[in-house]
């Protein structure tokens, strides 16, 4: 190995160490599902069978918080050249005591530890001549020149930015997963239950028992992310709630891609001109099937927020709207359980490339919208607030953004998706 490689994996060893100290090794004062006692990696191993100690496609692997278990399964990342002949250094949510599997994106291919990965004080390094290949800048920037509706500025005082790819199929090429055990405490934000306020959805989640629900929310609610050889994340949520009680669950999703609040709220009043012309055919659809739905839901998830940022829409009008949608909901059903999804983060190092618009990509403080949403829990009885966006942001803490965005905007990858399932569920049960 020659002297600049030496030193690119010592910098990315060390970087990782850096990255380890904020992310997991400090107690947890909120404990809610948190696992705060850790046992060794001969424990786990000795007390969890075979099967379970490889990551698969399982709805509650997928969906068990990652948080209350030592294993951690299918964690995602996004492998990116370094620019020196390397990768750049891989973050993981915890340092790892002991590896279980590396797997691409799709599960399909196995990597071979010694070969394709190694295991350095913690930290997964890629060597060279590794079967996994990490994506260059070449490919994540487009070529110089290149008509592009988004700019992306990753270099501190410079505003013009360089044109970058916005296909996520070309992304997940470079997509990978590690299954492993931690045995050190998340320190990060952990969501608590609110089952107690979701008291028909109590009632109704009991084995044997039928459940309706709905999912209103934009293209994240779409599952415009993911990357098709997984269940998108309405989908996965309603076979969480089902693996977890034992109800069949019927899901109506009413997401349309590129709403945002007010136009919701215009497609309840049947004010359609008011709809952007692109998307009124499909928010027409879903509106019919709100409309056939609302007066026996059990469950509606309302999970708006990425557009009305866009749209640098003031927090406490995007409240407005959101009371809108749950008067909607509960004039036609009293008794129906409500939760408000905070939005998971757009990338801020994006911003359009249009004619007469250079704006970010995020505009508004989506921590604000968040905030408005909190007070909604005392204001509606049978109603919780889940925060996706705290929850992510101490994730984030951890994880490049791009770990977590399927395609450099703001749609959630494969990854982001469990993790925004398991804060649903963290919340709901």
Known sequence: MNRTKSLCLLIAVLTALILFCSCGSAQSSEQGGNLSEMKTVEEVLAETPAEDLVGKNDVMQFTTPF????????????????????????KLMFPVAHVLEVRSNDLQTLYEEGKDYTIENGSLVIPAGSAMKAMPDSEFFLPEGTASDWLYNDRAGEDEGRAVTTDKAVLYRYRYVITYIRTEVYSGHVLQSKADRLTHFSQSAKEGGSIEMLFVGDSIGEGAGGSGNFLGLADLTARAIEARTGAKVTLSNCSVGGIDSLEFMNVIDGRFDQINPNIVNKARDRYALMEQKKSFADIVFIALGANDSSADRAADIFKI?????????????????????????????????KPGDTRNLRLHDLGEYAEVLSTLEEEYDNLAFADIHTAQASVLECKYLEDIIADNLNHPSDYMSRLYVQFLIQTIF
């Open 321 to 353: 709207h959101i009371q809108a949608l749950i008067d909607y909901f509960r004039d036609a059903n009293p008794d129906v359980s409500v939760v408000v999804v905070s939005s998971p983060e757009i990338n801020d190092k994006i911003r359009r490339n």
């Open 67 to 90: 948080y209350s278990t030592q294993i951690q399964y299918n964690e995602g990342f996004l492998l990116r050249e370094d620019g020196l002949g390397g990768t750049l250094p891989v």
